[in-house]
């Protein structure tokens, strides 16, 4: 059977996803492949649909041993020869497994890591053809992960062990381009074909702003939003209740949710929220696990997250319905202070001291991923798409720093002013202080706590007194972007880095990107696309049509209705209102492939919708 009839016959679905059918053609022609999709993105399929083609029995490594029996019974039903071992099994049935393996009886043979080099194993495979090791959670090699699997690291020394070298495999849906290198490299793939995709949701608008004052800055954006539904993520709990009670002082729709809230509170503001009886949702990321609305038209960061996986994901609920929607992240310095402090008191029982140790330096490093797409001026997409290892365009065009430009403002003098006085209040007390003092000593604050520690004697005291503390503030928050400064932690003093002295001493110039194009993300380009209208009823009426066709689609394949087509496809669809393939194709947005997949449930729509609207008339 080839693969097409595979998997109408075995699986009942009738087209590969996008993805699959490249990484089962690169398999099937004897080369190595990586493949990375998303959780739901169907990559068991891309290892199974081979595994029937192949002559041999396909090996699949897993470490999720309390799915193997779920998979293979599934395998099973779908009429497909499969079995497994791991710790679960007794010895009699560990026996019988190896018996009917030896006697090719099984294409699929699910096993956990760890017994691939127990010697009955070691033997059993020098008598046996396997055509193919597929490696799930591929990921698990990495060191730099949280899932480190020791025993994964085995796996290229046991397939060296094997009479003939099979097709290897890998899959994950851990993608940083970072892990990729080091799945390809301790696999020991040859030349493997790479296939990263599902990772870009383009009706999503990306945009980070660093507001002065972030509850104004929110206020306006819900504003400009009345009658949508967001959510607003917060780093803490205490945040999410105040900012929640804020915005309700405000007359703004809206609830909240914690992990902290007893049960049913949880239950009935979630319940509000998705059932369009509030409109604003204020949450931690608690909030978000097993909730699949559709209409979600905004995500607003009021904190940045601890990682850039993280911000992917919750950004990633809003615009499901293929609409366009608006992923803004208000970000500040003290953000990156608060991301650190969670992470510094984060603790995982279940690992060593050394373990929780290496975790958390991953973890901030992951953090400083997630600044510096905070800091970047450069399509935020792209950084987004780049750290998940998928190839992109340059520019996106629907994205803060796409839709707006950048000045770059030499703030090398008032950067000299203030890593100085930073330095002379350190000599002068024998301790450094917090950002307020320097911000009062720089604009020649007449404080009481000034005058008493004599900082109004220093030279730098009272050297940016034209500057408002809020403009002195963005300074200091900026440099200590750029690692001139930093916080300490441990006594919140402000302190300066090794690298202040080339700002200092070196002539080191520096610069502030300052945005001066607008970058209104509440375009109207956005507003009018979601309320995309023709003015001709029918056909805004064949428009709805198409519209609930296609999410019919996107729920039957499981991906979001973009991927399908667009809403401007859509409205072009319903303008031409097609009634051949010929026709069909000529829809802008529409390919041959799309127009194979598609075409003949969206004419029959059509069709059916003329029909109907000329019995009426
Ligand atoms: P992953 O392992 O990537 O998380 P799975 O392989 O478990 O995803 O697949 C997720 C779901 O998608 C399953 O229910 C599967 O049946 C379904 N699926 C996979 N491929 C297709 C396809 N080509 N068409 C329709 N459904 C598919
Ligand atoms: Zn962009």
Redesign the pocket.
């Known amino acids: 059977m080839d693969k097409f009839s595979i998997?109408k016959h075995n699986f009942g679905?009738s087209?590969?996803?996008q993805g699959?059918e490249e990484l089962i053609d690169a398999i099937l022609s004897g080369r190595d492949v990586l493949g990375v999709?998303p959780?739901?993105?169907?990559?068991?399929?891309c290892y199974q649909v081979p595994a029937l083609m192949l002559s041999g029995v396909t090996l699949v490594i897993s470490p999720l041993i309390s799915l193997m029996k779920d998979q293979v019974s599934a395998l099973k039903k779908s009429g497909i020869t499969a079995a497994y071992i791991n710790s679960s099994l007794t010895s009699d049935q560990l026996r019988l497994v190896y018996e009917r393996t030896r006697k090719g009886a099984y294409k699929l043979l699910y096993i956990a890591p760890e017994r691939l080099i127990t010697k009955e194993f070691l033997a059993l495979v020098q008598k046996i053809e396997i055509s193919l090791v597929s490696v799930d959670e591929a990921h698990c090699i990495s060191q730099w992960g949280q899932d480190f699997r020791p025993s994964y690291l085995k796996i290229a020394d046991f397939i060296d062990t094997l009479p003939h070298r099979p097709v290897v495999a890998a899959f994950t849906?851990t993608a940083t381009a970072e892990v990729q290198q080091d799945i390809i490299r301790l696999l020991r793939l040859i030349d493997p074909m790479c296939n990263v995709t599902g990772f870009d949701r383009p009706n999503l608008f990306f945009d980070v702003q660093s507001p002065k004052n972030k509850m104004s800055v929110l206020l306006n954006l819900l504003q400009e939003r009345k009658e949508k539904n967001g959510i607003i993520y917060c780093a803490t709990r205490a945040s999410v209740e105040r900012i929640c009670q804020h915005l309700c002082d405000k007359g703004i729709s809206a609830t909240c949710y914690h992990a902290g809230l007893d049960e049913s509170t949880r239950r009935s503001n979630q319940n509000a929220f998705q059932f369009d009886r509030k409109n604003v949702m204020v949450a931690t990321n608690a909030f978000g696990m097993g909730i699949d609305k559709s209409n979600v038209n905004f995500v607003i960061h009021y904190n940045m997250p601890k990682s850039l996986e993280a911000y992917y994901q919750e950004a990633g609920r809003a615009g499901r319905d293929g609409e366009p929607a608006d992923c803004i992240l208000l970000f500040s310095a003290g953000d990156i202070e608060t991301a650190r402090f969670l992470i510094k008191s984060s603790s995982n029982e279940e690992l060593s001291e050394d373990a929780q140790a290496l975790v958390r330096q991953k973890d901030y490093e992951r953090l400083q991923t997630m600044v510096s797409y905070c800091k970047t001026t450069k399509c935020l997409r792209g950084h987004i798409l780049d750290y998940f290892g998928q190839k992109h365009e340059a520019v996106c065009g629907n994205c803060g720093n796409c839709k707006s430009s950048y000045q770059l403002n030499d703030i090398t003098i008032p950067a000299q002013m203030i890593l100085s006085c930073v330095i002379r209040v350190k000599e002068n007390l024998g301790y450094f202080v917090g950002k307020t003092l320097i911000i009062q000593t720089l604009r020649g604050s007449k404080e009481k706590r000034i005058l008493d520690l004599g900082l109004n004697r220093l030279s730098t005291y009272g050297l940016m007194n034209k500057m408002t503390a809020e403009q002195v503030r963005s300074l200091i928050d900026f440099l200590e972007l750029e690692g001139y400064l930093h916080v300490n932690s441990l006594h919140s003093t402000l302190e300066p880095t090794p690298t202040a002295s080339s700002v200092l001493f070196k002539g080191k110039k520096v610069f502030m990107p300052v945005r001066t194009g607008s970058a209104s993300f509440t375009t109207e380009k956005n507003i009018r696309q979601t309320e995309l209208s023709s003015g001709s009823k029918e056909v805004d009426n064949l428009f709805a049509v198409l519209k609930a066709v296609r999410t019919q689609i996107a729920q039957q394949?499981?991906v979001p209705a973009y991927i399908v087509f667009s809403n401007a496809t859509l409205m072009d669809m319903a303008v031409k209102a097609p009634r051949t393939m010929a026709e069909f194709l000529d829809v802008s947005g529409v390919g041959e492939t799309k127009a194979a997949r598609y075409g003949k449930v969206f004419l029959k729509a059509i069709a059916a919708q003329k029909e109907d609207s000329a019995h009426e008339s």
Request: hydrophobic content about 30%.
């Open positions: 998997l679905h087209r590969f996803r699959q999709m959780t739901g993105g169907g990559k068991s399929l849906a394949e499981n």
